[in-house]
């Protein structure tokens, strides 16, 4: 097809779902989809809205004809994409997670989107070299790479369906630069999102995890180190907030 990924058939879907299923974060976001964005909001002071619109316009910044958001979860970034975009760029959403693919198909049908959401394992990318002009990921970055072991590869997948000269664009948590401010939001994430986030969901180790990760995640410039190593260049970052959280650009060249 045009926009160079492979056509799965149902068959095939069903096949991912069934051999990822065992694999924590699998568990972790089959579970949670239903209230995911509801949550977020909540904890973000619907501020996650505001700094995916900023990673969407980064991604469009050099009129991309195809985009892709990896981790999609329920799609939120792939939609504000496709919505800035007004139809000149192809946007494809990409997740490990049927539930959750489930849902961002649900979302883009009562938005009059028409995004392909793939099931993809984003250490084997279901997609031809360089197929890609832009790729952004929302607030999944940090499942990839904290203390993953397939981090390289992870990095590496996303190094080689973007095409030369494309940018990767990652919104993520960060970590405030001053001391006492970077105690007072790990004491917000360790209660809200731990503690509060848990009960309200019912899964109270995904989210004692997603906060954990997130108080234990890279700074900016650490974050600018590893994906330099992973070969991209030019990277550059913008703080949210204070650092709370921090939107990054990387270049392949």
């Given amino acids: 097809m045009a ?3 492979r056509p799965m058939t149902f068959t095939q879907e069903a096949m991912v779902s069934e051999t990822k299923e065992s694999r924590p974060l699998q568990k972790m976001f089959s579970v949670v989809p239903r ?3 509801i949550i977020n909001r909540v904890f973000t002071w619907r501020l996650d809205e505001r700094w995916r619109a900023s990673a969407a316009k980064e991604c469009l910044e050099d009129t991309p004809a195809r985009v892709m958001d990896l ?3 329920t799609g939120d ?3 504000r994409i496709a919505a800035e975009a007004g139809g000149s760029t192809q946007v494809v959403g990409a997740d490990f997670s049927m539930p959750m693919l489930a849902e961002a198909r649900l979302k883009a049908a ?3 989107a028409r995004i392909p959401f793939v099931p993809a394992d984003a250490s084997e990318l279901p997609f031809k070299n360089e197929t890609f002009n832009a790729i952004g990921i929302g607030f ?3 499942n990839l ?3 993953n072991p397939k981090r390289d590869r992870y990095l590496a997948e996303i190094f080689r369906v973007l095409a030369h000269g494309g940018r990767f664009v990652i919104v993520e948590s960060s970590q405030p630069r001053f001391r006492l401010y970077r105690a007072l ?11 509060v986030g848990g009960f309200i969901s019912g899964q109270r180790g995904a989210y004692k995890y997603l906060a954990h990760s997130a108080i234990h995640f890279y700074g900016p410039d650490e974050l600018c180190a590893l994906l330099e190593g992973a070969g991209f260049k030019r990277v550059r970052y913008r703080l949210m907030l204070g650092g709370v959280a921090a939107i990054h650009v990387a270049f392949k060249d």
């Fill in 145 to 147: 790479t904290y203390r």
């Fill in 71 to 73: 981790c999609t979860g």
């Fill in 185 to 195: 939001v790990h004491l917000y994430v360790r209660t809200m999102v731990s503690f």
């Fill in 35 to 37: 209230r995911y964005d």
């Fill in 110 to 112: 009562r938005a009059g």
């Fill in 3 to 5: 926009c160079g990924f």
């Fill in 77 to 79: 970034l792939a939609l």
């Fill in 140 to 142: 999944g970055f940090r």
